[in-house]
């Protein structure tokens, strides 16, 4: 497996210069583009790293599945799914056009920005520090790491350059979608966005959705539907208008986001993390996603 980590990341490395790391985020462009690194971890307890597999970054839009997990864990999946869809789009993650068009008066999926920062609204707390900190403590637990922090510098960036995002959400307060605050939503979006990573802590969340929510002791967190929500949303839109595309090439239960991470699960196999800022078109980490389809073919890992 070593070898083939080697190779494969060598390989892929090539393709990020093809790439470009995001910029629209104050701090995000401070970002090593040539960086690229992986962890893969199995049932067996085996732990295969490689590259820049211990290097920290902001989870972005890898925070999206984690806070649905502890939004359904709060009230419950139908009330989740009655104000967020389950469809994908097509559009590009930060779209703002369906909110309007659509028949159904909601987001598409929790896994674009719209859906995400509904999900965020929906987690319980008496302020917005509160809420915040149960979703962090719930970040901790999943990866299984204490020491998890938010970058102040990203989150104050995103805070103050957010005007798409804080657009959405006050279209979907009117809409009745978001009930609680809208700035107290939106920040805990930010936050949660600005959680620093690295490829372990993705690989371990990749784990924990792999034995069906359940954390390494065998601890059950969430049920096994809430489990598969998440798994097919990460299927179908988690890697954004690429979704598709990436289920024919690789066909691994993935989401990505803009700081170049991306969290795959093999469902009862494997938890993957992989970090390489550089991005492609769609804003999905260039290396990351070659190094999974050559991965995918290679140890025939795709579920269809
Ligand atoms: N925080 C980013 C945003 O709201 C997340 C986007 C992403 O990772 N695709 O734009």
Same mark, same amino acid.
């Given at each position: 497996? !070593?070898?083939?980590? +080697? ?9 990020? $210069? ?10 995000? /462009?401070?970002?090593?583009? !040539? /960086? ?15 590259? #820049? =597999?211990?290097?920290?970054?902001? &989870? ?13 864990? +709060?009230?419950?999946? @139908? =009330? ?6 389950? !469809?994908?789009?097509? +559009? ?10 659509? &028949?159904?008066?909601?987001? =598409? ?13 929906? &987690?319980?707390?008496? /302020? $917005? ?7 962090? @403590? ?8 204490d020491t998890l922090e938010y970058n102040e510098e990203i989150y104050s960036g995103e805070n103050r350059t957010g005007n798409k995002n804080r657009a959405m959400a006050y279209f979907m307060k009117d809409q009745g979608v978001i009930e609680s605050s809208v700035e107290d939503s939106l920040d805990v979006y930010f936050k949660q966005c600005s959680i620093e990573v690295t490829t372990v802590d993705l690989a371990m969340v990749g784990m924990f959705l792999a034995r069906n929510g359940r954390l390494s002791t065998g ?21 954004? #208008?690429?979704?598709? !595309? ?42 990351? +996603?070659?190094?999974?389809? /050559?991965?995918?073919?290679?140890? @025939?890992?795709? &579920?269809?």
């Open positions: 497996m !070593e070898k083939i980590l +080697d190779r494969i990341v060598k390989k892929n490395k090539i393709k990020t $210069k093809f790439g470009n790391v995001a910029n629209y985020i104050p701090g995000l /462009d401070k970002a090593g583009k !040539e /960086d690229l690194g992986i962890c893969l971890l199995d049932m067996d307890g085996n732990r295969y790293v490689h590259g #820049d =597999y211990n290097k920290k970054f902001t &989870i972005q839009s890898v925070s999206k599945p984690i806070a649905l997990m502890l939004a359904m864990l +709060d009230n419950g999946v @139908d =009330y989740v799914f009655s104000k967020v869809g389950t !469809e994908p789009t097509g +559009d590009a993650f930060n779209s703002m056009i369906r909110l309007e068009t659509a &028949i159904i008066k909601k987001p =598409y999926n929790p896994m674009i920005n719209a859906g995400a920062i509904a999900v965020s609204s929906m &987690i319980k707390g008496k /302020d $917005k520090e509160e809420k915040f900190k149960r979703l962090l @403590d719930f970040f901790k637990m999943v990866t299984e790491n601890e059950k967190i969430i049920s096994d539907y809430q489990a598969k929500a998440v798994k097919s949303l990460m299927m179908t839109c988690g890697m954004y #208008d690429g979704s598709g !595309e990436f289920a024919l090439k690789v066909g691994i239960p993935s989401k990505s986001g803009v700081g170049g991470g991306i969290m795959s699960v093999l469902p009862n196999k494997m938890g993957i993390g992989i970090y390489g800022p550089a991005l492609d078109k769609k804003g999905n980490s260039i290396g990351g +996603d070659g190094i999974l389809e /050559d991965l995918s073919k290679e140890l @025939d890992l795709s &579920i269809f």
